[in-house]
């Protein structure tokens, strides 16, 4: 048994330093080399991480313009009720924008209510408003979504939670290529390429 033991190492052996050199490359960086190899990063080859992500993208595309399309913190009020703040913003023209504000309540199932709310504290709310609704609040998240437009055409959207990217979208101008990376609660980060 003992020299069938040895005789297997002996011939396994060079195969085991030879992979022991390949790293391993995820499906995700494929399809992300597939459509943007200009973000090549070894750092990303075994698991793509979102946040490292982006921040390659923002050196490596210009923003020109940051705008947040809707904020979204999901909380516990003072009588732990879970509720949800939604702030949204509306584009009425060239640099005409308005903000509201919506305010939903969620029972032990899920279900949404929407909870009515005068103009005022509906349509560009001001600060206190929204201070008040989150005072004595447990934040369970805190969710940003954006639109940031780059140099040279392309476009992207992330949606962060508190300061993680949960979902990232790189399109160029012409639309010939776009990736969305997902972050997938059991599956870890999701990266699929659409090339025309």
């Keep these: 048994m003992q020299k ?29 080399m597939r459509c943007f190899p200009e973000l090549q990063d070894e750092s990303l ?8 992500l982006k921040e390659l993208i923002d050196e490596k595309f210009v923003t020109s313009q940051s705008q947040l399309r809707q904020r979204k913190v999901h909380y516990l009020d003072a009588e732990k009720q879970a509720m949800n703040l939604i702030l949204r913003t509306k584009f009425m023209g ?4 308005d903000t509201e504000l919506f305010l939903q309540q969620v029972d032990a ?25 989150l005072l004595g609040a447990t934040i369970k998240s805190d969710e940003y979504s954006y639109n940031d437009t780059k140099l040279n055409g392309i476009h992207s ?10 979902e990232y979208e790189l399109t160029d101008k012409a639309n010939r290529r ?5 972050k997938k609660p059991e599956l870890g980060t999701i990266c699929t390429c659409s090339k025309k």
């Excluded at 509906?122 to 929204?130: E, M, S």
């Design 4 to 32: 069938l033991a040895t005789a297997l190492l002996i011939f396994l052996a060079p195969l085991v330093s030879s992979a022991e050199g390949i790293k391993p490359i995820s499906v995700s960086y494929e399809n992300l």
């Design 45 to 52: 080859s075994f698991k793509v991480d979102l946040n490292r």
């Design 94 to 97: 060239h640099k005409k924008m």
């Design 109 to 133: 199932k899920g279900v949404v209510t929407d909870i009515r709310m005068t103009g005022n504290q509906r349509i560009n709310p001001k600060q206190d408003v929204i201070n008040n609704f």
């Design 157 to 166: 959207t992330y949606r962060r939670n508190f300061k993680d990217i949960e």
């Design 178 to 182: 776009s990736i969305l990376c997902e």
